[in-house]
């Protein structure tokens, strides 16, 4: 193997940290995201200037480094040069490719697009040394990064925060493994599924006679992207005011425990087992669940006894708001089953759209069970803005589900679309690091790069 000797880099001088509004980022950070969307104001986006170094894969890792990027952050996604991110085999479907260069293979995954638009894609090795000093120039250029190896994987290629911090003090490293950094299950691999089961959700997921159920999205990962984002974005506001970086540890098991919220709670201060699964139902308030229509589905919920009343009257049934089995919500959780069979006898006389006419209005909450199709073409969800059409390099034009969260004065939103792999290698490499192209080519020509 030919020996690859990197040229020194310069390293540029991160400017001293002061707790004032005005200048909370180092000067050399701060660097606009590059943008294809017209208009886009990145400047104006609460976290422009933040750089992020990516080495996360799957769903957890990257749906939080996705949110930093929607927010304004500059991603720079790192992945095996030839495999990529796990998930771009994960498919079908496949975004078929139509367009560009031409590529092997049927497309990009569905699942890779759902959590990588606003990043730079790298295709780097770490296993070659050349690759090890290339991260530790970008880890000197960046404020954050997040990976979600296995505890200690990434210390034998010296990646590791003990490692980083020295090179970069003011870094925060945030890892997301299955289950931390300590305890005894720290070494095991954890994915959303083993998660939902060992750690209660899966238990109280399903039909109330029925079996136990994983929730219908990877809810766990999600948890925890959502979780690691807002401790980053807390530990930036506390380097405001210390100028130092931050070891964050992020597990699957821990987010998981924290989010069974008030049934977690009502298990520590009974000292009793959980009631179990309940389908769509509640176990204290009554009527609180889905009920069969003609065609379908609609869910109803009766939270109090005058949301109860307005149920009764809007279904034909206004004799059972005043029924002694049914007055107080304790007597309706005392006779659920007579109750619920009664309201299902009316609500299996219409369709759910006719029903959806007459509940409209009446101050009581309802709505239909739609199946994602549905969803996606719902009138609300358009409105809001929550689908949108991008053109991807490749692909040609793709509907990407948009960022949920909207500012009075930023605009976080799709500015770019999930790259292909190794799409700003030579961007990163060249404009960044400085590297010359030659040196670019060895790389390549070496495996390191792609």
């Known amino acids: 193997m030919t020996q690859i000797v990197l040229r020194p880099l310069r390293r540029v001088a991160r400017a001293s940290w002061r707790p004032t509004r005005a200048n909370w980022v180092p000067e050399s950070s701060r660097k606009q995201f590059a943008s294809t969307a017209a208009g886009a104001d990145v400047a104006n986006?609460?976290?422009?200037?933040?750089?992020?170094l990516d080495?996360?894969?799957?769903?957890?890792?990257?749906?939080?480094?996705?949110?930093?990027?929607?927010?304004?952050?500059?991603?720079?996604?790192?992945?095996?040069?030839?495999?990529?991110d796990d998930t771009r085999a994960w498919g079908?479907?496949?975004?078929?490719?139509?367009?560009?260069?031409?590529?092997?293979?049927?497309?990009?995954?569905?699942?890779?697009?759902?959590?990588?638009?606003?990043?730079?894609?790298?295709?780097?090795?770490?296993?070659?040394?050349?690759?090890?000093?290339i991260l530790h120039r970008l880890v000197q250029e960046c404020d954050v990064l997040?990976?979600?190896?296995?505890?200690?994987?990434?210390?034998?290629?010296?990646?590791?925060?003990?490692?980083?911090?020295?090179?970069?003090?003011?870094?925060?490293?945030?890892?997301?493994?299955?289950?931390?950094?300590?305890?005894?299950?720290?070494?095991?691999?954890?994915?959303?599924?083993?998660?939902?089961?060992?750690?209660?959700?899966?238990?109280?997921?399903?039909?109330?006679?029925?079996?136990?159920?994983?929730?219908?999205?990877?809810?766990?990962?999600?948890?925890?992207?959502?979780?690691?984002?807002?401790?980053?974005?807390?530990?930036?506001?506390?380097?405001?005011?210390?100028?130092?970086?931050?070891?964050?540890?992020?597990?699957?098991?821990?987010c998981q425990v924290a989010t069974l919220a008030n049934i977690a709670s009502s298990a520590l201060i009974s000292g009793k087992r959980d009631s179990g699964r309940w389908g769509t139902a509640h176990p204290s308030i009554v009527p609180y669940r889905a009920f069969k229509t003609s065609d379908g589905d609609i869910l109803l919920g009766g939270g109090n006894d005058r949301l109860y009343g307005i149920l009764c009257e809007r279904i034909g049934r206004p004799e059972l708001a005043i029924d002694e089995r049914f007055k107080t919500n304790a007597a309706r959780v005392k006779n659920r089953d007579v109750l619920e069979e009664l309201i299902e006898n009316e609500t299996q006389q219409r369709t759910t759209k006719e029903w959806l006419h007459i509940l409209e209005n009446c101050g009581l909450p309802y709505a239909a069970i739609n199946d994602?199709?549905?969803?996606?073409?719902?009138?609300?969800?358009?409105?809001?803005?929550?689908?949108?059409?991008?053109?991807?390099?490749?692909?040609?034009?793709?509907?990407?589900?948009?960022?949920?969260?909207?500012?009075?004065?930023?605009?976080?939103g799709i500015r770019t679309p999930p790259?292909?792999?190794?799409?700003?290698?030579?961007?990163?490499?060249?404009?960044?690091?400085?590297?010359?192209?030659?040196?670019?080519?060895?790389?390549?020509?070496?495996?390191v790069i792609a």
Do not use: W
């Open 146 to 254: 997040v990976e979600n190896y296995l505890p200690g994987a990434l210390g034998k290629y010296a990646m590791d925060y003990a490692t980083l911090s020295k090179i970069n003090p003011s870094l925060i490293y945030a890892s997301i493994t299955g289950y931390g950094q300590t305890g005894p299950y720290r070494n095991r691999a954890g994915y959303d599924v083993m998660v939902e089961a060992e750690m209660g959700l899966m238990h109280i997921t399903g039909q109330r006679d029925g079996p136990p159920v994983k929730v219908g999205v990877a809810v766990t990962d999600l948890t925890t992207g959502l979780y690691t984002s807002n401790s980053i974005m807390a530990a930036l506001l506390g380097r405001a005011r210390t100028g130092k970086g931050q070891h964050i540890d992020v597990a699957l098991s821990d």
């Open 55 to 84: 080495m996360t894969r799957v769903l957890a890792g990257p749906y939080c480094t996705q949110i930093l990027g929607d927010l304004g952050a500059e991603v720079i996604k790192i992945e095996h040069p030839v495999r990529g």
């Open 419 to 447: 790259p292909t792999l190794g799409q700003h290698t030579n961007e990163i490499l060249k404009d960044m690091l400085g590297m010359s192209g030659e040196e670019v080519k060895d790389l390549r020509n070496e495996g």
């Open 372 to 412: 994602i199709q549905d969803t996606l073409h719902h009138e609300h969800v358009l409105a809001r803005g929550m689908v949108k059409e991008v053109e991807h390099p490749t692909c040609g034009p793709i509907k990407l589900v948009n960022t949920p969260v909207k500012y009075s004065v930023s605009k976080p």
């Open 92 to 133: 079908p479907p496949y975004a078929k490719y139509i367009k560009g260069e031409p590529a092997d293979g049927p497309g990009e995954s569905a699942y890779y697009l759902a959590v990588n638009r606003n990043k730079k894609s790298v295709g780097l090795s770490f296993s070659h040394p050349a690759g090890v000093e």
């Open 45 to 52: 986006l609460p976290l422009a200037g933040i750089r992020v």
